[in-house]
Nanobody, 119 residues
Framework: QVELVESGGGLVQPGGSLGLSCGAS????????MGWYLQAPGEQRELVAG?????TYADSAKGRFTIARDNAKNMVYLQMNSLKPEDTAVYYC???????????????WGQGTLVTVSS
């Protein structure tokens, strides 16, 4: 009932920048949290940055990545600067909130977008 669609991944050289976007659609009454996670090959998915009533960043993202949200459009963005090869991963968008069709919460994931940092 809630769909997340990501865009903006790709190949970038070390030290470069890349922006990711994610839009949520469906039977949404309210989104309380939106965030970005990454999953490297053979590793668990981990939080990169999240925004709700607070904003949080992984230590590896602090000072390099910026998360922003457009509540009117149900969009979340991740601006990534000074990228490093170790940032290479599939990045997933996540959103949690309440459905408009029934008194239930949702926790939705996007399909993932690959970010490759390599020269």
């Amino acid at each position: 009932q809630v769909e997340l669609v990501e865009s903006g991944g790709g190949l970038v050289q070390p030290g470069g920048s890349l922006g990711l976007s994610c839009g949520a659609s469906g039977s949404i009454a309210r989104i309380s949290f939106m965030g970005w996670y990454l999953q490297a090959p053979g590793e668990q998915r981990e939080l990169v940055a999240g925004i709700g009533s607070w904003t949080t960043y992984a230590d590896s993202a602090k000072g390099r990545f910026t998360i922003a949200r457009d509540n009117a459009k149900n969009m979340v963005y991740l601006q990534m600067n000074s990228l490093k090869p170790e940032d290479t991963a599939v990045y997933y968008c996540n959103a949690a909130g309440a459905l408009s069709t029934r008194l239930e919460s949702f926790n939705a994931w996007g399909q993932g977008t690959l970010v490759t940092v390599s020269s």
